[in-house]
């Protein structure tokens, strides 16, 4: 049987180790010997990832780990995840609906970004991310030219939080409310400040973002 609490603690040692290679070269294996992409993902990948933030919060790591450790995550993802995913399910057609996702103007943060962009595809959803520093209008814009069902808004500065605020006026003011659903996350967002500015739905962390998202679609 998979020990998957040792796997986690050894993904996470890499992630905070010498050698920048060591975690692709590691998920390749274990995914190649041990376990499901699937089960990489959310027993591996997601709670280490979880446990490094942890420890920044405690500064036992300092920033210039935390960055270190989320390029290497990247990389895992972009290298390792997201090609498995996308081979194991090339012959899936149906989707549980399109997300376009981005931190909003003035916020150049994009970690827990990537993390809830990743989780949603584990999940299903189809994900459009327009990356970071992004103006209501072309937020606006872009929903409706891909014709999302949701957007993700992310913002880890109280001072860009106003932008999402600016977001959702400009969805209702365009008469675009029913078109698709608001869902906002971030360190400083709080439930009180998405229910305060009109979004549909409030993500506290990754996990919870996607479980949201999977019910504004009327899905469980």
Not at 50 to 74: C, H, T
Not at 95 to 124: F, P, W, Y
Not at 136 to 159: F, H, W, Y
Request: glycine share 8%; proline share 4%.
């Amino acid at each position: 049987m998979t020990d998957f609490t040792v796997l986690q603690n050894r993904f996470g040692e890499l992630l905070l180790g010498q050698d920048p290679e060591a975690p692709v070269d590691w998920a390749n294996e274990m995914l190649e010997n041990e376990v499901s992409t699937l089960q990489f993902f959310q027993r591996v990948f997601t709670p280490a990832m979880v446990e490094v933030g942890d420890k920044f919060g405690r500064l036992d790591i300092f920033l210039p780990e935390l960055i270190d450790a989320a390029e290497r995550a990247k990389a895992v993802s972009e290298k390792v995840v997201k090609p498995r995913l996308a081979e194991e399910r090339s012959d899936v057609s149906t989707s549980r609906g399109t997300v376009l996702i981005c931190s909003v103007q003035g916020d150049l943060h994009d970690i827990g970004k990537n993390m809830v962009a990743l989780m949603l595809e584990v999940n299903g959803f189809e994900v459009v991310d327009l990356g970071i520093d992004v103006a209501p209008r072309e937020v606006l814009d872009r929903a409706r030219e891909i014709g999302a069902n949701i957007v993700a808004l992310s913002s880890l500065m109280t001072t860009s939080m106003p932008y999402m605020k600016e977001t959702v006026d400009l969805r209702d003011g365009f008469g675009l409310k029913e078109q698709f659903k608001v869902i906002v996350g971030g360190a400083p967002i709080t439930p009180e400040y998405s229910a305060q500015i009109g979004a549909d739905a409030f993500g506290e962390n990754a996990a919870q973002g996607v479980a949201e998202c999977i019910h504004l679609m009327g899905q469980s």
